[in-house]
């Protein structure tokens, strides 16, 4: 038999005169204009968020195309210089049997990234686009971005770091490429774009269509 899921609301923040920190999560009366915990500024909701959101949403997307098109590692060894791009490492991992190291780099390079971008772009569409919205499903996806977030940096870290071991003289060197600057400025914009939005405005769009 199946049973009718009714979504249960409640008095909000707003509504009862109150305004949350995003930082620690103190609740304050609206009035308030700093936390008495943290001293992060309050505010009801973020201005022009899903403008943030896209603004950052795009600098990501651009510099994502560079970071897959250029080298992330240029290699030397014995005078003769090599470069490979993200995907090139991947088949090159492939290639010599490293089928997990390859599946790491592939996840962490290019199905995370491009699925932080697809999230972010389907969170701001769907809040401004109208419609019925799930708020604890939109909830959860942000915060699920936010927190892959930090591991999207496993490969420009590898590169550092074979950068500052892998050098012997004339017999090999390992530089980091355009790619990995690229792919850093990608990361950290999209970052950015995932905490330039504010999920108090999910709620706010499902208390309107109700």
Known sequence: MAV???EVTGLTARAAGLVGCLHCGSVWPKDTSRCGLCGSAL??????????VWAWWWAGAIFYIPANLYPMLRTSLFGQESSSTILGGVL???KHGSWFVAFVVFFASIMIPVGKFIAIAYLATVIRRGGAIDSHSLHKLHEVVEFI????????FVVAVLSALVHLAFVVNIDPGVAAICFA???VFTMLSAL???PRIIYDV???RE
Not at 43 to 52: D, G, K, M
Not at 149 to 156: F, N, Q, T, Y
């Open 4 to 6: 009718a899921r009714k």
């Open 43 to 52: 505010t009801s909701r973020r201005n022009a968020s899903l403008q943030h």
């Open 92 to 94: 090159e991992l492939v």
């Open 149 to 156: 977030g930090r591991w999207s940096m496993i490969d420009v």
């Open 185 to 187: 400025l990608s990361v």
């Open 196 to 198: 330039s939005f504010d």
């Open 206 to 208: 499902a208390e309107v």
